[in-house]
């Protein structure tokens, strides 16, 4: 009977500490894994550039302390990002600051050097219809996530925004 409980104790505790003598993914697993992530994101066409930091022409760069993002589907482009610098024409509406924009219509152009992407997003169209302003976004995406953006628009200055990419958070209703 001694054995028996015996057994039934070390039992329990090899088969509750297996998983704590599990091995862990070494840095290099981890850093392929991530790779991995990052290119079936930009292959699917499907992803968020989430802004951390801004780079005005002629100003201080700052941290942001707001969500700021540009949002890639294959039938979606939308932008949410905040400006600062010269602009060289006064927005229609003086309530509708920073760089916004919502298209159905726009070219996805991305070239794969090792690991890293340079994607090249051209509006042609933005909301409401007619207006275009800004030109084109080129961001870049390292094999971590790591991300630059440059932001080039008809009336205003280019900017640059720094942070990362990551897949599209699903909303819950």
Known sequence: M???KLFCVTLICAVGLSPAFAQ???????????????TRLIN?????FKADYVIPNGIPSRNLTSDYDVTVTPNKLEVWLPFFGRAY???????DGGIKLTTANFTNKV???KNTWE?????KEQNPPGVKDVRYLQLSVGSDGYA???VTSLNKEPISFNGHVEAI?????
Request: positive net charge.
């Open 89 to 95: 024409a006064p927005p229609r509406d003086p309530t």
């Open 169 to 173: 958070e699903v909303k819950k209703s």
């Open 44 to 48: 699917s066409g499907s992803y968020v």
């Open 148 to 150: 630059s953006l440059r």
């Open 119 to 123: 994607i090249t997003l051209t509006p």
């Open 111 to 113: 070239v794969n050097k």
């Open 24 to 38: 862990k993914p070494t840095k290099a697993e981890k850093k392929a894994a991530k790779i991995a992530e990052i």
């Open 2 to 4: 001694k054995n028996l």
